[in-house]
């Protein structure tokens, strides 16, 4: 009977650790401040939105790395952003989070342009989409390199959203650039608006 009351007890203060909780008239960015990892920062923006009919916030953090010592013996620092969703209960008080993806550095931390929702696959829920961009400028090429990113929808939050590849790949921008050599690339996915009529054109009605 001991044994099976502290395998409950545990059981409840696992699940009970998964819930963060907002306080009563807290600002998003005030409950992401609060609850931020200590070693990160909060970056570019925080947004409060609705994802299918579920209250969401979706952060941005800030986080300092270093390569293996045999990749990088010398040890400079490197930034990552984690990208971070919180699903809220239905009083907006408790929150349970989900890590959305990793961004890191190209020639230039990402700017995180539009965060947005569309039909991206077969079934009726909307995907969450995230356009980034990186400035790129070096002695060999010139320009703004764009990534679109498509996450699906799950009922059941996982640790992390899943990404998915293959239609990500169909409306990504990739480098919106000029080369010293003269050659010259310009993107057709470069905002919410050229995204949404790929998809369309792909065949997933809006």
Known sequence: MIRL???LFICIINVNAQNISR???????CFI?????S???VYDKVVETSWNNTSVIIAFFSETYLLPLLDDPQQHEYKRIIATLFVSDAYKKNYTKSIIDTLIEEESLPTIEHIFFANADNDKEK???ILTTWDINNTSVHGKLYST???DYAQKLPKKLLF???ISSNVNGGCDCTWEIGRIHRSKFKNKSDIINGLQSLGYTQ
């Not at 306080?23 to 960015?29: H, I």
């Not at 401040?33 to 990892?37: A, D, H, M, S, V």
């Open 39 to 41: 070693s990160s920062i």
């Open 5 to 7: 009351f502290l395998f």
């Open 127 to 129: 995907e969450l989409i």
């Open 23 to 29: 306080y009563k008239g807290e600002s998003a960015e």
């Open 149 to 151: 990113s498509i996450y």
């Open 33 to 37: 401040q609060r609850i931020k990892p």
């Open 164 to 166: 998915l590849n293959d």
